[in-house]
């Protein structure tokens, strides 16, 4: 539920992408690349650019949305 509500296409990520999800939102939501490898831990830009930045869809959830507006 967590990652379908990241925006994370669930019928092609599992639990395992749970990191992919949460850096790629990071990253989507303009969180400067250095701050996400900071808390990453990674060095090179390019790890993340290579395993972890992955594809979001917006998913609405209209019953959140009805009852949060």
């Known amino acids: ?24 939102k990071a990253k989507a939501m303009a969180v400067p690349i250095a701050c996400i490898m ?5 060095s090179q830009e390019s790890t993340f650019a290579r395993y972890y930045d992955r594809p979001l869809t917006e998913v609405g959830d209209t019953f959140q949305d009805v009852i949060l507006a």
């Open 38 to 42: 900071a808390r990453a831990g990674w």
């Open 1 to 24: 539920m967590m990652l379908r509500r990241s925006g994370v296409e669930t019928s092609r990520f599992t639990a395992g992408s749970v990191r992919s999800a949460a850096v790629s």
